[in-house]
């Protein structure tokens, strides 16, 4: 619905948008970029009216699909976010790495870092807070090649609310280490009243304001990769941007 190509110091704000086609905002080679009070509201991706619920949430990528192009993405600030009966809500997700330098489905490498979700409130979200390494890449693939994607200073502030699933309100999962990964203010809740944290190969576990259930294990300074849980996946386009911020609410 809206694209921002190569562009600067660029402010959208007091926007509605409703039954994109397809994507509501695209942003591609841009550096501070503000997104302040956008509603989107998108019952059916293909802009007919009907019942459907799932945004994939405050998604960062997906990044790495493409082996030899770098992907960067940095200096996100997203906050005063709500999300209803969504399938994912703050997400960070990177390919798996490959054997073939030509592959279209992992291989890529780039950088996420300095990225903030701050005062997200989740209403029957399936998955509340998600970093997947290994996105779209089988586990034995990502384990045997993990991703070429380095993320770090990743930071969640109070992300309250309640989640889609049983139990399983977080699920951080790193093939490669995932470090500076903090969490404050954290109140997340399954639907049957109680709350699972996954964190695979997070070198910064003892910043995080909940216990993970799951972590890597270090061996020789870096993480032994260990089975993936299953997760849900999509595909989108590729972005690199950098300096964004939303603000808002869904």
């Not at 926007?15 to 591609?28: A, E, R, Y």
């Not at 493409?66 to 997203?78: C, E, P, S």
């Not at 404050?184 to 399954?190: P, S």
Request: proline content about 2%.
């Amino acid at each position: 619905m809206l694209t921002l190509l190569n562009a600067n110091n660029v402010l959208i704000e007091n926007i509605n948008m409703n039954k994109s086609p397809f994507w509501h905002n695209l942003v591609d080679g841009c550096t501070n970029v503000t997104y302040s009070h956008v509603n989107m509201n998108s019952v059916q991706t293909n802009g007919k009216q009907a019942q459907n619920t799932g945004s994939h949430g405050i998604s960062v990528g997906s990044l790495g699909q493409y082996a030899g192009q770098v992907d960067i993405v940095k200096n996100i600030h997203a906050k005063n976010i709500t999300m209803v009966n969504a399938s994912n809500g703050a997400r960070i997700k990177a390919w798996g790495g490959s054997a073939s330098a030509t592959s279209a489905k992992g291989g890529g490498t780039g950088l996420v870092q300095n990225v903030t979700f701050e005062d997200f409130t989740m209403q029957n979200v399936d998955l509340p807070i998600v970093i997947d390494q290994c996105y779209q890449t089988s586990a034995a693939t990502c384990a045997q090649y993990p991703s070429g994607v380095r993320i770090s200073d990743i930071h969640y502030i109070d992300i309250t609310g309640t989640g889609g699933k049983a139990s399983e309100v977080v699920t951080m999962v790193c093939s490669d280490i995932c470090d500076d990964i903090t969490a404050t203010g954290t109140k997340l809740v399954g639907t049957k009243g109680s709350s699972e944290y996954i964190c695979q190969n997070i070198a910064s576990v003892e910043k995080l304001d909940f216990p993970c259930s799951a972590v890597g294990v270090t061996v020789g300074g870096r993480p032994k990769a260990q089975s993936l849980p299953r997760l849900r996946r999509r595909k989108f386009k590729r972005q690199k941007c950098g300096g964004i911020k939303f603000t808002g609410r869904e």
